[in-house]
């Protein structure tokens, strides 16, 4: 694809972060934010888009909505923690408030946090910034 | 995969596709200087960049540049047969993002016309080429007739306009994206707000942590939260005031909210002041312009959100006053449950003193004692290191311990002398009775246990359960301690008050008995002095009351 192509080098050295959501207007502004954050978002409308972006290039961080229909974001978490490379990666849950979901480090998806909607998308930021601190990377090792 | 694309780069993707477009259709793009110098920036043959940089067309060039300027996409034929359609200047090259404006660049095409014509000769006679052999290797296959340069013109056209099309969409998607950003963080405060109003958290801090939230959200300097002061029903929130952020002028800005209050008691709709000189002096250095947010509920003013400039030193604008004016509604019913809860708090313990006064009245020997016996109650319980919560709960069922003795004859607990043992047994009834009155008021569920077990003893011969030790409930030990003390300092009809001492003294011989020991202890050390406020007070009611 010739806009994939025309990216330049600069953009690779940024960062991937990946957000499924199928909510059009979340992706936007979670990828709104994450670029004004200096990352460079990886959109997904749904489970399977995501697994076919995170088969090109690993992210660094997924933000995957819990409720999506077809594949939920439990059995897509679940899916990516198979991939190699991702069995560590932190996952950040999106989900409608209240609803019943696994805690974070709880089961088989591993989450790193749960945010519930509506969220503060400049808040969500700070948490992927924390998530991705280096002294985390430090303990990963 | 269709993902969504979302780089939004100053239109630079759908110019340089343009460039792609034109290069893949086999059209060199030439960049031409304002001295019409051209250049080939695309992939070219050899006689096409002879033809570009040759110094006749730059001639030619020079004296028709201000077509690009007016006429984007116009078709230009500064030489018989070489055809120029002019691309839009700004969007051709990613990697320059601001050229100069007099750079234009244009697809370079030619036609028959130039192979036939005057000019070629010229090109050669001056280049020393054979002028036959130039015209040979010329590629013939790439020449077009001026209808076609006029349709591929068009072509362009089109393309542009798409192009440009979508780069507004892009901009429009993304300007659309922040303000949506913007909303997100105002549900995500609103939504923040509207939860923790429904928790038990005192006032100050909710409005405290809405007031720093809402600074933090919004782009505003500072915000300040005046609470009206005339308002007895707000109680203690009454004229309390909240800063968040750092106003220019601190002093200012505190001193601003009372004079809000009653300068703009009669504003309706959030304001914004641009010219703050006269109101604020010192504040207007720093600050552009001032909000002013009333929060009202059924028209009655509770209290003025305000705030100060904008971060980015502009004037504020109706978007800002929007999130402080739904923010400030929250407040508003923050402030009116607040005064609901207090009312219904009033009414509670107004009835339950009512109550007790009117036990109370039933045997004037006892005038006070369940006020006496509440208090006592609760500087028990917080001696002992009891939460607040349990200490103001121990104090209401102090209050209805003996709400039992309505249904005790007056003759019984009025008796001047020694009471029979069918007497007594009516006497023991009192928590019983004083349990199933109360036990149907869902907000006195929890203080039956202090009325049905302030009588029971430590040893176990209590009434009316002979539980013993700690299966006495906290509530009817606490009670059950302040109870007979407050009996053996008052005067009964049976006898006369004891001496202080003595009854400290009673109650240490009976700590492990009667009391819990441990209660005992902390009991002893109280400090009785309020007490004996009471009883003075009490003495002086009842003297009030029978004169």
Request: net charge negative; proline share 5%.
């Given at each position: ?15 991937r972060?990946l ?19 200096g ?18 290039s ?10 999506m ?18 069995e ?6 999106l ?47 | 995969?269709t993902?969504i ?16 477009r ?20 695309a992939?070219?043959?050899?006689f096409?960049?002879?033809?570009i ?12 540049m201000e077509?690009?300027?007016n006429k984007?996409?116009a ?8 055809y ?7 969007y ?16 370079f ?7 036939d014509?005057?000019a070629l ?9 054979d002028?036959?052999a130039?015209?040979q ?20 056209h089109?393309?542009?306009?798409d ?14 994206s ?13 939504y ?5 109003m429904?928790?038990?958290?005192p006032?100050?801090e909710?409005f ?16 300040g ?8 029903r ?33 504003l309706r709709?959030?304001?914004i ?8 002096p ?11 947010v ?10 003025m ?51 007790t ?8 020997y ?9 208090a ?13 919560a349990t ?5 209401l069922?102090?209050?209805?311990h ?6 005790v004859?007056e ?8 009471l ?6 009516s006497?023991k ?9 109360i036990r149907d008021?869902r907000q006195?569920e ?7 077990h ?22 009817g ?6 109870d007979?003390?407050d ?32 209660l ?8 009785f002095e ?18």
């Amino acid at each position: 694809m010739l806009c994939t192509d025309l990216r330049g080098s600069a953009m690779n050295d940024k960062t991937r972060i990946l957000i499924c959501d199928d909510e059009t207007h979340i992706l936007h502004v979670v990828g709104l934010n994450l670029r004004s954050a200096g990352y460079e978002p990886v959109l997904a409308a749904n489970g399977e888009q995501a697994l076919e972006a995170v088969a090109q290039s690993p992210p660094a961080l997924c933000v995957i909505d819990h409720q999506m229909p077809g594949m939920t974001g439990s059995e897509l978490c679940r899916r990516l923690r198979a991939f190699p490379g991702l069995e560590a990666t932190p996952i950040v849950m999106l989900t409608a408030a209240d609803f019943r979901m696994p805690r974070p480090g709880d089961g088989d998806e591993q989450l790193s946090a749960v945010v519930g909607k509506p969220f503060s998308p400049k808040a969500l930021i700070e948490l992927i910034q924390s998530l991705l601190a280096p002294s985390r990377i430090g303990e990963d090792q | 995969m269709t993902r969504i694309d979302l780089h939004i780069h100053s239109g630079g993707v759908s110019g340089r596709r343009l460039v792609e477009r034109v290069a893949a259709l086999g059209f060199p793009v030439v960049r031409i200087d304002p001295d019409g110098h051209a250049k080939a920036t695309a992939p070219c043959s050899w006689f096409e960049r002879t033809v570009i940089e040759s110094a006749d067309l730059a001639r030619a060039l020079r004296g028709s540049m201000e077509q690009f300027d007016n006429k984007n996409q116009a078709l230009l034929q500064p030489i018989p047969g070489v055809y120029l359609v002019a691309l839009p200047p700004r969007y051709t090259e990613p990697n320059d993002l601001t050229p100069p404006v007099e750079t234009r660049y244009a697809a370079f095409m030619l036609g028959q016309e130039f192979i036939d014509g005057e000019a070629l000769r010229r090109l050669c006679d001056r280049a020393q080429l054979d002028w036959d052999a130039t015209r040979q290797r010329a590629d013939i296959q790439r020449l077009i007739t001026a209808a076609e340069a006029q349709r591929l013109s068009h072509a362009l056209h089109w393309m542009q306009e798409d192009a440009s099309g979508r780069r507004v969409q892009r901009e429009e998607l993304h300007s659309l994206s922040e303000e949506l950003s913007n909303n997100y963080e105002e549900l995500s405060l609103i939504y923040k707000l509207s939860h923790s109003m429904t928790l038990n958290q005192p006032a100050e801090e909710f409005f405290r942590e809405a007031c720093a939230e809402l600074h933090e959200v919004s782009s505003l300097n500072w915000i300040g939260l005046e609470i009206v002061g005339n308002q007895p029903r707000l109680k203690e929130l009454q004229g309390q005031s909240y800063l968040a952020g750092r106003p220019g002028a601190p002093g200012e800005a505190e001193r601003l909210g009372p004079r809000l209050v009653l300068d703009y008691a009669d504003l309706r709709e959030p304001a914004i002041i641009d010219d703050t000189t006269s109101l604020c002096p010192e504040l207007s250095a720093h600050d552009k312009s001032l909000l002013i947010v009333p929060l009202r509920r059924d028209g009655v003013l509770l209290g003025m959100l305000f705030g100060g400039g904008r971060r980015d030193g502009e004037y504020l604008t109706s978007i800002d006053a929007k999130l402080c004016a739904s923010i400030s509604n929250n407040l508003a019913i923050f402030l009116e449950n607040f005064m609901l809860f207090e009312d219904a708090q009033t009414l509670f313990l107004g009835t339950l003193h009512a109550l007790t006064r009117a036990i109370d009245a039933k045997d004037s020997y006892t005038f006070g004692h369940s006020e006496r016996v509440a208090a006592l109650s609760k500087t028990l319980a917080r001696a002992a290191d009891l939460d607040e919560a349990t200490a103001e709960r121990i104090y209401l069922s102090g209050l209805v311990h003996d709400v039992g003795k309505i249904g005790v004859p007056e003759a019984v607990l009025c008796k001047a002398g020694r009471l029979t043992d069918q007497e007594f047994e009516s006497i023991k009834m009192h928590p019983a009775i004083g349990a199933g009155i109360i036990r149907d008021i869902r907000q006195m569920e929890d203080l039956i246990p202090g009325v049905l077990h302030h009588h029971e003893r430590w040893d176990g011969r209590g009434y009316p359960h002979r539980l013993t030790g700690l299966d006495i409930p906290l509530f009817g030990r606490v009670i059950g301690l302040a109870d007979a003390f407050d009996a053996m300092s008052s005067n009964r009809t049976y006898r006369s008050a004891l001496e202080h001492p003595r009854v400290l003294e009673e109650i240490r011989l009976n700590r492990g008995t009667q009391f819990d020991p441990e209660l005992a202890d902390v009991f002893l050390n109280l400090d009785f002095e309020p007490y004996f406020d009471m009883i003075r007070r009490h003495r002086a009611e009842k003297g009030l009351g029978s004169a």
